[in-house]
């Protein structure tokens, strides 16, 4: 587990709004002047009209009015006319939006002048409203990032108004969202210009960390002015610019830890002040450089102690919240030290008594802040093997999983079992999650004992004994079922439960049951009573699910004992409709009987086959016959998903020259399921569901479908012409990948692509056409690849063949991650075609083909994923750009060595905003990583450096 930030870093000042903000719009121009008058008018319909399409209509305007050059100056005018506080908070919006997106509009020579307008507007209507002061604050922040010429903003806006009381309020607000849009994602100023910002910002702390301390001393009654201080000192914080001498030193340190010992401190200035705590925890965690802060915050944190126990004996719960991230993210960043140096210096272990205080809270939630510290003490612990420091660790995990039990008790009165909804379901989950994780430090077997002895004092109260059902359930995997004789008392425990018991206690017995599959699997003589116990739950409405669920686990676990007990699953696989529980309940019912059916004789498994199939397309040719349902299902979805269960989880022995046993019964499904497309040919979901069961059917038996590519291919086609569902695409991909390599198909499946591609292009080249398909971008692709992988020679010579290139080049920049591996899967693919199998004998032909394409469009490929990298793909997508620069790099190094050159100069040299972008040594060096990188990876890291200069 990675370091998790406990800290609730309150942004809402930034989102906030007197109403409803218009809607964005598309990059569209306003035809025609706009008056000031009619913008107004505008802005009154969205917050006054009274029916919401007259709202919607003037949002819809109002989004195009913020995107048209009239915006400037209309918002400048609404600000200085102040007519009302709706009309300026919407100019004030404005402002902020077009500095964020259209900074590019302005001429350098207005920069100047915007800046003080916006100072004059902050000046004027600074008692108007505080969401007006942010919008206007967060405008004059962007500014002072992306205006370059602004030199030392800090100095400046603190030389004008840090003497004058009255501008106090918005110069903290300017101060404090400053730092925060350094790394907006909002503002396009490339890695140079921030780094720039940055070391200006870092160069006036001081200043700030001066003026901060001086309005502490000045206006220390004042809780709205100490609130906004302790907001913009963490701001400064989180950025990671401060020395930490600077806050060591500073008297605003001592102020936070006196608020927060102060028991009249009121809650929204606790809560700021536990925030900025967190941050100064979180910013000296592995800084050397920073002991002294660290001693002194732990001191400070330590000294909270006694006020957290007032905090529980008053039942101020938001208090305790603050005070347990506080002990929590002072733990988290003392680990390494409390680990290797533990009762010592920054190693007390007092730390790890604070947040157990806290982790024995009545109320769970203060409980769960602290779980992300237990995940990575287990973790490093783990990695440690060190049983000597496991040892001293113990006592604290053992106090631990005692609370974790208590805490994991549902109330007395609760009735039934816990919905899944419910935020205590979810508690619960993280509880067994992290038990799963601290067991082997404290020994699953010990801790089983201690539940087990719980267990057989027989409490009173049916929470305590649910409650350990339900902790057992998470330990008994780490449990060897051989050794621990209790396992056998606890299940028949389970199974004898008289039926009065309360549900959430045979619930959770349900559930333990299911855990116990490989010591049932080695226990055989408690299988049929457990069977029976359970099957009997699936009939109980409440317990339905669980009991199905179970079943499932146990006939993975038990797949060969069980194959005694098949009939009876069968008789359960017969009644599903009967049975009060999930589509997804049936369907992990149906993969569990499956799982044992492939354990019994060939005969066996086809007759079952044939039979549980044939319950399924019967129940379908109602549906198709007949608009009277009869009982059952009226969507024809579940019994496709059935089928496709039953195909996706069937495998039998095929004897060497004689046909598939279940082509038979894939032949005389293939009708029914035909006839359901036909008939929901317009509904998406449908086509999905029928796609996916086909798909299964074909995997199942492989080369043994090849009866259905006909009539499959046809009337896919057929029905594509008219409703281009994605999942026609996939399927082709799944023919292709069983047929593509045998040459009696290969014509009849590109004819399948060729008729696939021309309504695909057609949809595609519609406005917006690859951002609002993606799954048809994703599924294309995935087809063409197949192809490639398949039948290389065939595509590249095909006509269509160009146009998916074309596509393909449109599509580098998608910034969907499905739609866009999808396409550099294929370009790699494509590329890579020309350097295997050299032994074959169409390797010159592959590699002329492959060259002959690169020959056209290589370069602009190369131009295409630079670009898209820079200024289009997340971080995150690169590594699939970096493979397929690897392939060309492979393939042609000197030819690719000048296209990556071309395309690295045709890079702007400045962004639109007028901020620098990569230097010409920085281009040098990029292009000279990419070259001598060793593996797509490294190109992969280089290019995620390298694209940060553009965004």
């Keep these: 587990s990675g370091r998790s930030r406990v800290i609730r870093r309150r942004r809402w000042r930034r989102r906030r709004a007197a109403a409803p903000a218009p809607a964005r719009m598309e990059d569209r121009r306003m035809e025609g002047e706009v008056s000031l008058d009619s913008v107004y008018q505008a802005v009154q319909a969205l917050y006054h009209h009274p029916e919401p399409q007259g709202k919607e209509r003037a949002s819809a305007w109002l989004g195009e009015f913020q995107k048209s050059m009239f915006s400037w100056q209309i918002s400048d005018q609404l600000l200085r006319l102040q007519r009302d506080i709706e009309s300026c908070y919407f100019a004030a919006q404005t402002m902020k939006m077009k500095i964020q997106y259209s900074f590019y509009e302005l001429p350098p020579e207005m920069h100047s002048s915007l800046r003080d307008s916006l100072l004059t507007h902050l000046e004027s209507l600074k008692d108007l409203s505080q969401a007006i002061v942010t919008q206007l604050a967060l405008a004059v922040a962007d500014l002072a990032i992306q205006m370059t010429s602004w030199k030392s903003c800090v100095q400046m806006l603190i030389e004008k108004y840090g003497n004058d009381e009255s501008a106090l309020p918005f110069l903290l607000e300017i101060l404090t969202v400053l730092p925060e849009e350094v790394h907006s994602r909002s503002l396009r100023v490339g890695t140079n210009r921030r780094t720039e910002v940055i070391e200006d910002l870092a160069y006036h702390a001081s200043l700030v960390i001066g003026l901060l301390t001086a309005y502490m001393e000045r206006c220390s009654h004042d809780e709205k002015l100490v609130v906004k201080v302790f907001r913009c000192l963490m701001s400064w914080i989180n950025l990671g610019i401060l020395h930490t001498d600077h806050i060591a030193n500073s008297q605003l340190l001592v ?259 299911g855990e116990l599959g490989e010591y049932i699997n080695g226990n055989v003589h408690c299988l049929e009573p457990v069977l029976n116990f359970l099957t009997q739950r699936l009939k109980q409405r409440e317990l339905a699910n669980a009991a199905a669920k179970a079943i499932q686990s146990v006939c993975t676990m038990c797949s060969d004992p069980m194959t005694r007990h098949f009939e009876g699953l069968l008789q359960v696989a017969s009644s599903l409709d009967a049975l009060p529980i999930s589509h997804d309940s049936s369907i992990g019912l149906l993969r569990g009987i499956f799982l044992v059916l492939v354990r019994m004789p060939p005969e066996k498994i086809e007759e079952t086959f044939q039979r549980l199939c044939s319950m399924q397309v019967t129940a379908l040719k109602k549906l198709l016959t007949s608009d009277m349902t009869n009982g059952i299902s009226a969507d024809p979805a579940v019994w496709l998903d059935r089928l496709a269960a039953i195909f996706r989880h069937t495998n039998t022995v095929v004897v060497e020259g004689r046909p598939h046993p279940f082509q038979k019964v894939i032949q005389e499904i293939w009708p029914v399921i035909s006839e359901t497309l036909y008939r929901h040919q317009a509904d998406n979901r449908m086509a999905e569901r029928c796609c996916r069961c086909l798909r299964f059917a074909i995997r199942c038996v492989g080369k043994g479908s090849a009866m259905l590519i006909q009539p499959l291919v046809s009337q896919m086609v057929s029905v594509y012409q008219s409703h281009q569902h994605s999942c026609f695409l996939y399927l082709g991909s799944i023919l292709v990948d069983e047929y593509g390599s045998e040459e009696s198909c290969m014509q009849g499946l590109l004819e399948m692509m060729q008729a696939f591609c021309g309504p695909t292009f057609h949809l595609l080249e519609q406005p917006r056409g690859f951002q609002n398909h993606p799954d048809t971008v994703d599924d294309l692709f995935r087809l063409a690849t197949r192809f490639i992988q398949r039948s290389p020679v065939v595509l590249i010579q095909s006509p269509v063949m160009s146009l998916i290139i074309r596509c393909a080049l449109a599509a580098t920049t998608l910034n969907h991650r499905d739609a866009n591996s999808s396409v550099m899967k294929f370009l790699q693919d494509l590329i890579h075609v020309a350097t295997i199998n050299e032994h074959r004998d169409d390797f010159e032909l592959r590699k002329n083909l492959v060259h002959g394409f690169l020959g056209e469009s290589g370069a602009l490929l190369v131009a295409q994923l630079v670009q898209a990298c820079c200024f289009y793909l997340v971080p995150s997508m690169l590594g699939n750009v970096a493979d397929v620069l690897w392939e060309l790099r492979i393939f042609d190094c000197k030819t690719f060595c000048q296209w990556l050159e071309d395309a690295l100069m045709s890079l702007p040299k400045e962004l639109p905003a007028g901020a620098i972008t990569a230097t010409e040594k920085q281009v040098t060096e990029f292009h000279k990583q990419v070259m001598c990188a060793e593996d797509a990876a490294m190109i992969g890291w280089s290019l995620m450096e390298f694209s940060g200069f553009y965004r």
């Design 255 to 513: 102020a936070l830890f006196q608020v927060l010992r102060h028991n009249q401190t009121s809650s929204n200035l606790h809560e700021v002040a536990s925030d900025c705590v967190c941050a100064a925890l979180y910013a000296v965690e592995g800084l050397q450089e920073s002991l002294r802060l660290a001693l002194q915050l732990q001191e400070g944190v330590m000294a909270l102690e006694e006020a957290y126990h007032n905090a529980v004996a008053c039942e101020d719960m938001d208090k305790a919240l603050n005070y347990c991230r506080i002990f929590t993210e002072l733990a988290e960043t003392l680990l390494e030290m409390v680990i290797r140096s533990p009762g010592q210096g920054l190693g007390d272990l007092k730390t790890l008594n604070l947040i157990l205080n806290c982790v024995g809270h009545e109320q769970y939630e203060v409980a769960e802040i602290t779980f992300n510290f237990w995940y990575r003490l287990a973790e490093t612990l783990h990695k440690l093997k060190d049983p000597s420091v496991n040892q001293i660790f113990r006592p604290y995990f053992q106090r631990l999983t005692q609370s974790l039990t208590f805490h994991s008790q549902m109330d007395p009165d609760h009735e039934g079992v816990l919905d899944e909804a419910d935020d205590f379901f979810e508690f619960r989950l993280r509880v067994s999650d992290l038990l799963k994780d601290v067991i082997v430090l404290i020994g699953a077997s010990e801790f089983f004992l201690q539940l087990y002895s719980t267990l057989k004092e027989g409490s009173t109260a049916w929470e305590e004994t649910e409650a350990v059902l339900f902790i057992m359930t998470a330990l008994v995997k780490n449990l060897n079922p051989e050794k621990e004789l209790r396992l056998g008392d606890v299940v028949q425990a389970v199974i004898n439960l008289p039926d009065n018991t309360h549900l959430a206690v045979q619930h959770s017995g349900v559930q333990l049951l």
